[in-house]
C-alpha cells in the first residue's frame, strides 16, 4: 500500500519513518541483555536474535525454564517476540517465522508454561517433519523462485522436501538447496557471533520527562538487566558503574553505584540503585538515561553451596552495599589499629572487612573521644562531678615530633596518662600535658 | 498440681511460660561469660531473636565491659559479623582488639533518627551478622516494635541502648536491664544490674557482677598527685 493511500484510509494517521540504525542498536541492547542466558548470542538483523541454549538448560533448571525467563524478560521490556526452538538456527528462525504468521506446525516437545504458543523441535531428528509443514513465505525466497514454486504445485516445504535435491537445485539454484539443507542439519551453517563490546554504555530514552527521582527507577531497571546480560557473557563483574540522569540541554546529573564486592546480580544492583535514588533531589526533569560500566573485574560463576546455601560473607556484603548507598560511604566502616604511639592516630577508619587489629600493652578505653576534653584541676587533682581517683599511671606517651605544627597533624605530644575513676563510677582515661589535664576516653 | 495432657503440651511450648518461672527459650542464649547473670537470664545467657534493651545510668560505668565476653565470642569463635549502629563516640580500636573482637568482622555505621533504625533494620536481614548493638536514643515505642518483630525472626543477638529516662517507658524488648554502679564505698568497681524485665519475672535485687576492669579498684592512688617528678618533668619541657 503506498502511503497516500493509506492517508486516504485513515487521515489522522501517523507516520514515522523506519530507523534502522537505531534498530540495529535495540537489537544489540537485546543481545548484551541475553548474554544473561548464553554467551553464544547472534544477530540477524533486522528483527532476529539467535541465542545458542543447549548449553544453558541445566544452569537454568530445564528448558521450560529458561524459556519462560527469556520470554518473561522480553516481554518485561515491552518487546513483542515471535520464538521457537530448533536445533539449527535457519530452522529456529523460519520456525519462527511461521509462529509470527500464525501457521506453524505442531511441535513435538512437550507442553509447557509457553506450551503451544512455541514452535518448537528439540530433536534433530524431528526436524524434518516440523518443518514440512511450514508454509514456503517463511523462506524468504526471491519473487522469481516463489513463480517458479507455486508452478510447480509446492505449498509447503514438506513438498520441497519430497521432490529430488538435485531437481530442485537446477531449478531453483544451488544456493537454496544448501540453505535447505543447513536448515535440516545435513550441511554446517557457520555465523559470526556477536561480540559484546568492551565497554558497556546503554542508553534509554524516557516516553515522557521524569521529574521524580523514586520514579527513574522503573526505567533503570532495564538498563541494569542489559547490564547484567553483557557481565554474564564477559563472565565478569563490576564494583562501579555510573548512571547519567540527562536532562534537556545537554546538563547531567550522574550517580555513582559502588558495590563492595564484584558483581552481576541485577537485584544487588537495583537494590543500590533504590537507596541512591530515593535521596536524590532532582534539579531538572530527566529526558534520558545512560548506564555506563568500564572496567569490569572477572567474576566467576558462583558455584551453588551444596545445601542451597549463601556464603555468609556475602550477605555482609550485601549491607554494607546497602548501609553506603543510603548513608554514604563516610559513614559505613570498620576500625583498624595502626602502628602508632599518639592514641587519636592509633584507631582508623578503613574499608569494612579489611579490619586488623595489634593489641598495644597499657590500659586502652573503648570509646575515645574526638577531642579531648579539658578537666578542671584543684588542690591538685582533676575534677569530673568531685575529684578523680587515678587507678593506674602515669603511661608517658611522647611522640609525633615529626608533623608538629602541621595543619591536620596530631603534633607532636608529651602526655601522662591515668586511668580514672569518678565519683559517679565511670571509668575514665585522662591525660595531663603541660596545658593541663583532659579526658581522652572512657572505658565503658 | 494435676494438668491435663492438653495444657501440659501447651505449657511444654518455648514461647509459652509460667509466671514464676523462668522461661525456656527457643535458641539457647549466648553465654555472657559472667555466671552469675548467665543463671538469671532465660535460656542460660544473653537471648537470641528478641531485643535486649540496656538502659545505663550513664556511659563509662563498664555497659560495654559487660557484653564484650560475649561479643568476642560471637566475633571470633562464631565467626559472625558484629555490627554497631549510631555509637556515642568513635569506638577505639586497640581496646577492642584487646577485648577479643575480630576487627576484620566488625561494621561501624554512623546514622541518627530514622536513618539508624533502617540501618538496624537492614543489619538484621542480612545473614552472617551475629550481633548489634545500636543506640537508639530517640526511638519511640512502634520503632521499637517494628525491631522487636524483626528480631524474631532473626537469630542475631541484639543489644540496643537507650537512655536511663527510659526506663519508665514501656518496651516491647522481652529482657531490659538496668545499668548502674554498685552502690558500695569499699566494692566499686562492680557493676550493678536490675533486671527490670524478663521472662519469668523482674529480679527484685539488683545483680553485683565484677567485670574485668583496666586495672584491678584496690590500686585507687587516693589524694595527692601522682608523681612529682612526672610533673616536673613535664612543666621542664613545656618550658624548653
Known sequence: ?444 | MATSPALAEVLSRSDVWRGDSLAQAALPGVPSGFAALDAELPGGGWPRGGLVELLPARQGLGEMSLLMPALARISSAEMSWVVCVAPPLPPYAPAWAAAGIALSRLLITRAVGGDAAWACARALDADGVGALLAWLPEADASTLRRLQLLAEKSRTLIFLFRPAAAIRESSPAPLRIGIGAANQANDCGRVALRLIKRRGGALDTPLEIDLARPVPISHAVAGPPPSATAARSLSATAAA
Request: charged share 25%; with cysteine.
Open chain 1, 1 to 444: 500500500m503506498r502511503l497516500a493511500d493509506a492517508w486516504a484510509l485513515l487521515p489522522e494517521l501517523s507516520v514515522q519513518e523506519r530507523d534502522l540504525a537505531r534498530e540495529l542498536r535495540h537489537l544489540e541492547s537485546l543481545a548484551c541483555w541475553a548474554g544473561s542466558f548464553t554467551s553464544e548470542v547472534l544477530l540477524v538483523p533486522p528483527d532476529a536474535l539467535l541465542l545458542e541454549v543447549q548449553g544453558s538448560i541445566r544452569l537454568f533448571g530445564g528448558i521450560e525454564m529458561l524459556l519462560a525467563r527469556i520470554l518473561d524478560g522480553l516481554a518485561a521490556q515491552g518487546y513483542a517476540t515471535n520464538a521457537a526452538l530448533a536445533p539449527t538456527p535457519r530452522a529456529a528462525l523460519w520456525l519462527a517465522a511461521a509462529g509470527a504468521s500464525g501457521k506453524a506446525g505442531e511441535g513435538r516437545g512437550c507442553a509447557g508454561v509457553y506450551g503451544t504458543r512455541i514452535p518448537r523441535c528439540l530433536q534433530a531428528t524431528d526436524l524434518r517433519d516440523a518443518l514440512a509443514l511450514l508454509p514456503l513465505d517463511v523462506l524468504e525466497l526471491e519473487a522469481a523462485q516463489r513463480r517458479r514454486l507455486a508452478g510447480f504445485g509446492a505449498r509447503c516445504v514438506g513438498d520441497l522436501l519430497r521432490l529430488p535435491r538435485s531437481g530442485l537445485a537446477r531449478r531453483l539454484g544451488v544456493e537454496f538447496v544448501s540453505t535447505l539443507a543447513q536448515a535440516l542439519g545435513e550441511m554446517p551453517d557457520p555465523r559470526e557471533r556477536y561480540r559484546f563490546p568492551d565497554t558497556f554504555r546503554e542508553s534509554l530514552e524516557l516516553p515522557a520527562r521524569v521529574e521524580d527521582a523514586a520514579r527513574l527507577l522503573f526505567a533503570a531497571q532495564r538498563l541494569v538487566h542489559v547490564l547484567s546480560g553483557w557481565l554474564a557473557a564477559r563472565s565478569s563483574g563490576i564494583v562501579r558503574c555510573e548512571l547519567l540522569l540527562e536532562h534537556e540541554r545537554g546538563s547531567v546529573t550522574p550517580l555513582e553505584l559502588a558495590f563492595a564486592a564484584a558483581t552481576r546480580d541485577p537485584e544487588r544492583i537495583v537494590r543500590v540503585l533504590r537507596e541512591r535514588l530515593e535521596r536524590l533531589l532532582l534539579r531538572a526533569p530527566v529526558a534520558s538515561l545512560v548506564l555506563v560500566a568500564a572496567a569490569p573485574e572477572p567474576l566467576p560463576g558462583r558455584e551453588g553451596g551444596f545445601f542451597g546455601e549463601v556464603a555468609a560473607s556475602e550477605g555482609v556484603s550485601l549491607l554494607v552495599e546497602r548501609l553506603r548507598a543510603r548513608l554514604g560511604e563516610v559513614n559505613v566502616h570498620a576500625i583498624a589499629t595502626c602502628p602508632e604511639h599518639r592514641p587519636e592516630l592509633a584507631s582508623v577508619p578503613v574499608l569494612p572487612g579489611s579490619g586488623s587489629g595489634i593489641t598495644v600493652p597499657g590500659p586502652r578505653p573503648c570509646w575515645l573521644l574526638p577531642q579531648p576534653q579539658p578537666l578542671v584541676e584543684i588542690a591538685g587533682r582533676p575534677q569530673r562531678n568531685g575529684p578523680l581517683n587515678l587507678l593506674a599511671g602515669p603511661e608517658r606517651i611522647e611522640s609525633g615530633w615529626w608533623d608538629a605544627g602541621e595543619e591536620n597533624a596530631a603534633g607532636e605530644v608529651r602526655r601522662d596518662y591515668f586511668v580514672a575513676f569518678s565519683r559517679q563510677r565511670e571509668w575514665l582515661w585522662i591525660f595531663r600535658d603541660a596545658d593541663g589535664w583532659f579526658l581522652h576516653g572512657l572505658f565503658a
